[in-house]
């Protein structure tokens, strides 16, 4: 196979906007799409290998197992290695024990299925993952087991129909990854069915070139190729829905440079410069360091570390790429220094030994006996929270049903309603406490994410939610019953209203929240320009929402917006009593900060004007300027407030729900 250096270029074109990505540089949002590019390439690739040995009759299975595990296990089992000390110093026991789990299903090449039962890939759980990035060597390693023994079963039928075969496979993979990025985002993200069609894009340019090998030189559709890349890198984000028919521009600008960058070409040249080729050469290498630096240093700093530093962490991860490159990528891939039975005996021990490693740590849950009782104490502040939160804000009414929804209390006798997002679920514990007591029921009519005004559509991963329908069910359902009397409201319009995460100025950076898409529902241009992303109309909305619930002659007990942190709260107090940093700092947040942030949110909720119907709660009057002058507290001596960085846990929840309960007995 001849060598095509613009191939190395495009590897490093793949690999960086990964890097930065994952480094949380604006500009590179869609940097994730590198990983696709990867996959046509690897396609390509390894593709022609195979029709080129089957052409010359020399293809053999078991040396096509041996070229993998030399390519790609070495470097592999190298950096999971390297990560393993850095790993029992710095990680809780809860990380631990997933960390040690995804060890495993590394060395099995299982990890893509592991973390697609985890939190999502743009989650801001998945940055603290040090191994999240391998769930795409799965994918590939997965696909080649299959693909080899297909071409060797379907050789006899000859290669054009091989290739028509595999474009119906590629047609229906896309298909379904259509289908899945609107039903199923989350694991559609990680598993082969979605994916394979983008291995299958090189693996069918590669048949191309087998039939006809002279390659073919086009600047134009070189340039077009290079410009879908940048364009999926710069414009795509983590609403993108992907994989969909979205993945096609990154994959399609692939599949042209591979098909018309060659020769002389501006494209070729470009891509084949020194610089190009050499960070291409240690591409995987650095693909395989990033990620760990990364989630390292987040768990080190308990927060999103500095952009200096992030700086650093992207040049370390090229020097040890290289490194890694130049003495264990290069020895173990010389067949003079080592054989293919030492490459199968030590790639077999070494992902024995760190699957027995993964599942020892794991039974142990992460080894806690590193762990003293204060640290465990404060990551319990992040369970204590409503322990009918499976059943009740994610059971029967996540479907839509009003019928089977919680009742808070005493079933026989509603009285209330609990009406909001998450942030009303959070309180709902200390809200049932009261019921129970007083023998009174409360309807809990909570769903995530979604602002509680009638008339909005939220949109994720660019596909609409139930948010809207469930909206008007509660709102029709709640005119509708004349034996609740009072409604208890909370949500984070704060952020809705924002449209993006809070950012304490002090090392708090939250990334990922509050990211969905909201639109007027049904579409209605006086409340917002088409494609607008003004989301003033949600303050309109929701003051006519909540003004209908007063006109019903309902109580309404207004819980204005709690205070966020901006980094997780137990897990910064347990890091620092862990790892001995900061010490006596707190993580109280500015108060000056939380007032300019919630000036939209606090003037929606006091337009609502003077009703007697209205109670109004403030957190800010509990946590803000109170306790510390001029800072919101997180904690109250010493005790988390929060389960994590804007969610109160019940200890929190208890302050405001005494407040309500005052108002309520009133």
């Known amino acids: 196979m001849r060598y095509r250096g613009e191939i190395d270029g495009l590897r490093a074109l793949a690999v960086v906007p990964v890097i930065f990505f994952h480094a949380g540089l604006d500009i590179f949002k869609g940097g994730f799409v590198g990983v696709d590019v990867f996959f046509v390439i690897s396609g390509y690739l390894i593709t022609t290998i195979i029709l080129n040995e089957k052409e ?119 298909g379904y990854a259509e289908w899945a990025a609107v039903y199923d985002p989350e694991t559609a993200f990680y598993i082969l069915p979605t994916r394979a069609w983008e291995l299958l894009i090189g693996v069918l340019i590669a048949f191309y070139f087998v039939e006809k090998p002279n390659l073919k030189s086009n600047d134009l559709l070189g ?20 994989p969909s028919l979205y993945t096609l521009v990154p994959t399609v600008g692939a599949a042209l440079i591979i098909l018309f960058a060659s020769g002389k070409s501006l494209v070729a040249r470009a891509m084949g410069n020194r610089v190009f080729v050499g960070i291409g050469l240690i591409s995987y290498s650095a693909y395989l360091w990033h990620q760990p630096l990364f989630a390292f240093a987040r768990h080190k700093t308990a927060n999103e570390p500095s952009q200096e530093l992030l700086y650093g962490l992207i040049i370390a991860s090229l020097v040890l790429a290289y490194l890694t490159w130049r003495f264990v990528e290069q020895p173990f891939r010389d067949k003079q220094r080592f054989s293919a039975k030492q490459i199968f005996k030590l790639s077999g021990y070494t992902g024995g030994a760190l699957v027995a490693f993964g599942l020892i740590i794991s039974l142990s849950d992460g080894y806690a006996g590193r762990m003293n009782d204060n640290v465990e104490l404060l990551l319990s502040a992040a369970k204590d929270r409503n322990p009918r939160n499976s059943e009740c804000h994610f059971g029967p009414f996540s479907k839509g049903r009003i019928e089977n929804a919680c009742i808070l209390g005493d079933e026989n006798n509603l009285k209330g309603a609990l009406v909001g997002d998450s942030h009303a679920d959070a309180i709902s514990h200390e809200l049932e406490m009261w019921a129970q007591a007083n023998n009174i029921g409360i ?215 005494d407040e309500v309960v005052k108002e309520l007995e009133n």
């Not at 340039?223 to 992907?242: C, E, H, K, Q, S």
């Not at 241009?525 to 019903?552: I, N, V, W």
């Open 443 to 657: 309807k809990s009519l909570t769903v995530g994410s979604c602002p509680p005004a009638v008339g909005v559509q939220q949109y994720l991963n660019g596909s609409p939610s139930q948010c809207a329908q469930q909206n008007l069910a509660i709102n029709e359902y709640l005119l509708a019953n004349d034996a609740i009397e009072f409604i208890v409201t909370s949500s984070r319009l704060t952020a809705y209203l924002a449209g993006k995460g809070f950012d304490n100025e002090e090392g708090g950076h939250e990334k990922g929240a509050a990211s969905a898409v909201l639109r007027p529902w049904p579409k209605d241009t006086s409340l917002q320009a088409e494609g607008s992303d003004d989301r003033a109309f949600l303050g309109t909305l929701f003051k006519k929402t909540m003004q209908s619930y007063l006109d019903a002659g309902k109580k309404l007990i207004l819980i204005y917006p709690v205070p966020e942190a901006g980094w997780n709260v137990p897990r910064k107090m347990a890091s620092q009593a862990f790892l001995g940093t900061d010490a006596g700092k707190t993580f109280d947040t500015s108060y000056e900060l939380f007032k300019t942030r919630n000036q939209h949110a606090h003037k929606v909720l006091d337009d609502l004007g003077d009703h007697p119907n209205i109670i109004r709660i403030s957190p800010e009057g509990i946590f803000c300027d109170t306790v510390v002058q001029g800072r919101c507290v997180v904690d109250i001596g010493g005790h988390p407030l929060y389960a994590d960085d804007d969610h109160l846990n019940n200890f929190g929840a208890k302050f405001i729900i």
């Open 223 to 242: 340039f077009l190729g290079v410009a879908l890349i940048v364009y999926a890198i710069i414009t795509f984000d983590r609403n993108t829905p992907f």
């Open 56 to 174: 010359a009759g020399s293809f053999s299975i078991v040396k096509f197992y041996e070229r993998r595990a030399r390519r790609i296990l070495p470097a592999l089992f190298f950096v999971v290695i390297a990560t393993i000390p850095f790993a029992w110093v710095w990680l809780l026991p809860a990380d631990m024990k997933e960390y040690a789990l995804s060890i495993s299903a590394v060395a099995t090449f299982v990890s893509n299925i592991f973390f697609g039962k985890e939190s999502g890939y743009f989650s801001i759980a998945a940055e603290l993952k040090p191994l999240l990035h391998t769930w795409s060597l799965a994918v590939e390693e997965q696909y080649y087991i299959f693909f080899p023994l297909f071409v060797m079963a379907a050789w006899k039928y000859g290669k054009q129909k091989m290739a028509l075969m595999l474009a119906v496979i590629a047609l229906l993979s896309l």
